[in-house]
């Protein structure tokens, strides 16, 4: 049996409806109609004899086999990426401003920023480490390129490099005291995700109090890990000495997402890399 070739145009189109979150939104990236978005996408569906989305009547979802397709696809279009940059791209020089939310840090970041060097010696990286919504003010006065954070419910800006649940954490030997208030630490106010757990708890009348307000998500961590107080976290990076609780309110998921500047100082595929980057050291 002869195993047939994965075109790279199609597997494009697949990755972007996947990130974009339907074929509109993908044929809009790529120039091209909604409808030859969907052929694309038919194509590869038949070539591989699997569905790999599951259509809704306002957006898709990927189906088993298409999140597995997504790792292969992304790999294989990095892949083609750099041996064409190798033999046809121009060297790159200059600098790249690249704003980073601390949920980034030291998790994934560091492996993404060496390969980038490794790849561009000649390109300087200016990172700024710091909170979403202060990062994508700072984006959109092109002070930075681009920027690495979480964006707000039903916002459509930026590309999605993954989706993490959001979870109440606390020290393992945290125990919650039925008569007193929640004691919370949280990211100043702003914050997503101090929002949304406020939110939360006051709709499940809960009490709850902020006893500890740190700009950093170490501080934050390290009040936690001491059993001074919970917080909330995105459950993919955990801290070592913290546990979900799970008897609290839910807080649904979070997208983490590559923010660009208009007219940033790099070429577009920097942008590209840098996500390919962090989706294979998170192993996505």
């Known amino acids: ?94 600098r790249l401003r690249l704003g980073v939310a601390d949920h980034f840090v030291p998790r994934h970041l560091a492996p993404a920023l060496a390969s980038f060097a490794r790849t561009w010696p000649e390109l300087r990286i200016e990172v700024e480490v710091g909170r979403s919504h202060e990062l994508r003010a700072a984006l959109a006065r092109e002070e930075l390129d681009l920027v690495l954070g979480k964006r707000r419910d039903g916002e459509t800006e930026g590309r999605v490099i993954f989706t ?70 995105g459950r993919a990076g955990l801290p070592e000495g913290l546990v979900e609780l799970p008897d609290l309110p839910p807080l649904g998921t979070a997208e983490m997402c590559l923010f660009s500047a208009p007219n940033p100082s790099g070429p577009h595929y920097l942008a590209d890399f840098l996500i390919q980057s962090l989706c294979d050291g998170a192993g996505l």
């Open 164 to 233: 993490e649940a959001v979870v109440w954490v606390a020290a393992t030997d945290f125990a919650l005291t039925p008569e007193r208030p929640l004691p919370l630490a949280m990211l100043p106010q702003g914050c997503m995700f101090r929002d949304r757990a406020l939110t939360a708890l006051a709709r499940a009348g809960i009490a709850a109090e902020v006893v500890y307000t740190s700009p950093s998500l170490m501080g934050i961590a390290a009040a936690a890990q001491a059993g001074f107080a919970l917080t909330v976290m």
């Open 1 to 94: 049996m002869r195993v047939p070739d994965l075109d790279l145009d199609l597997l494009r189109g697949f990755v972007t409806v996947a990130e974009r979150g339907g074929f509109t939104a993908a044929g809009q990236v790529l120039g091209l109609t909604q409808s030859a978005i969907s052929l694309k996408v038919k194509r590869l569906e038949e070539l591989l004899g699997k569905p790999v989305f599951t259509r809704g009547a306002k957006q898709v979802s990927l189906t088993r086999e298409g999140e597995t397709l997504l790792t292969y696809a992304r790999r294989m279009l990095a892949l083609n990426e750099e041996a064409v940059r190798r033999f046809v791209a121009p060297p790159i020089a200059g």
